[in-house]
C-alpha cells in the first residue's frame, strides 16, 4: 500500500537553482525519511525527520515536517549537476512494525549544467 | 560502493528455473529486508527478517521463498516465476528492529531480474 503523494512527479532546474519536493502521508507517523536513488543504484538515506521535529538540517539539504497538514519537504540548495536522480519520501506509520517503512511515488529531479 | 553486496547484478531466467539472489552486510545489522522495484515506481517492501527471523511478509507470493542463513546474509529463491516479476530486486539492512525509531535503511544496488 502507498502511504504518500509527492509532488512534483518531475523536477527540471538549472545547475545552482535550489529544488523543492514535497511529500504527504495519510497516516500518523513515527518518523518519516528521505532517499535518494540515482538510475541503476539502490537507494541512499539522507536524512531522517522525527514526528516531534519540525526542521533538519544537513549539508545543502534542509527537511520540513508539518504533521498537522501530514506533509513534508525536501529543499536541495545550489543544485549540481550530479543531484540528479530520484528522490523518495519514506514514512513509518504509527502502530506499526518500526521495519515497514512506506515509500512515496517518488520525484525524479534532474539539474541541467 | 554500498556496504550491503547484492548478486547477482543481473539475472535472466525462464519460468521453469529455479535460482537465488543474495545477499550480504558486514555492518552487525539484525534487520534485513527485501523490496520489489518496478520501473519509476517506488520499492515496494516484500520480507523482513528480524534476529534471523521472518517478521514481515507482505503476501507475497509463495515461489518467492526468502531465506536468512545467519545474521549477515539473506537470500531469495525464486521459482516458477511470471513475467510481471521481472524487476529490480533490492535488499536493505537496518541496525535492529527492537523498537528504535532513528534506524536508516542501507540498500544494496539489487539485481535486475528478467523472466523470459
Known amino acids: 500500500s502507498q502511504q504518500g503523494e509527492e509532488d512534483p512527479q518531475a523536477l527540471s532546474i538549472q545547475e545552482g537553482e535550489n529544488a523543492t519536493m514535497n511529500c504527504s502521508y495519510k497516516?500518523?507517523?513515527?518518523?518519516l525519511q528521505w532517499y535518494r536513488q540515482n538510475s541503476g543504484r539502490g537507494l541512499v538515506h539522507l536524512i531522517l525527520?522525527?514526528?516531534?521535529?519540525r526542521e533538519k538540517h544537513s549539508g545543502r539539504l534542509r527537511v520540513t515536517l508539518d504533521t498537522s497538514k501530514k506533509s513534508s519537504s525536501l529543499l536541495i540548495t545550489a543544485s549540481r549537476a550530479a543531484d540528479t536522480a530520484s528522490y523518495f519520501c519514506a514514512s513509518v506509520p504509527r502502530k506499526t512494525s518500526y521495519d515497514k517503512v512506506i515509500f512515496g511515488p517518488g520525484t525524479s529531479l534532474s539539474v541541467i549544467p | 560502493d554500498t556496504e550491503v553486496t547484492q548478486t547477482p547484478k543481473h539475472l535472466v531466467m525462464g519460468m521453469t528455473n529455479k535460482k537465488s539472489l543474495k545477499c550480504e552486510q558486514h555492518?552487525?545489522?539484525?534487520?534485513m529486508y527485501w523490496y520489489k522495484q518496478k520501473a519509476k515506481k517506488p520499492p515496494e517492501l516484500m520480507f523482513v527478517?528480524?534476529?534471523?527471523?521472518?517478521?514481515i511478509n507482505e503476501s507475497v507470493p509463495s515461489r518467492f521463498s526468502p531465506e536468512c542463513p545467519n545474521s549477515s546474509l539473506l537470500n531469495l529463491h525464486l521459482h516458477a516465476l511470471q513475467p510481471e516479476d521481472s524487476a529490480l530486486y533490492l535488499c536493505?539492512?537496518?541496525?535492529?528492529?527492537?523498537?528504535?525509531?532513528?534506524?536508516?535503511?542501507?540498500f544494496g544496488d539489487g539485481t535486475r531480474l528478467s523472466i523470459l
Open positions: 527478517y528480524s534476529y534471523e527471523k521472518l517478521s
Open positions: 525527520i522525527r514526528s516531534n521535529e
Open positions: 536493505a539492512s537496518s541496525q535492529d528492529s527492537s523498537g528504535a525509531e532513528d534506524q536508516p535503511q542501507h
Open positions: 497516516t500518523s507517523i513515527n518518523n
Open positions: 555492518m552487525g545489522h539484525r534487520a
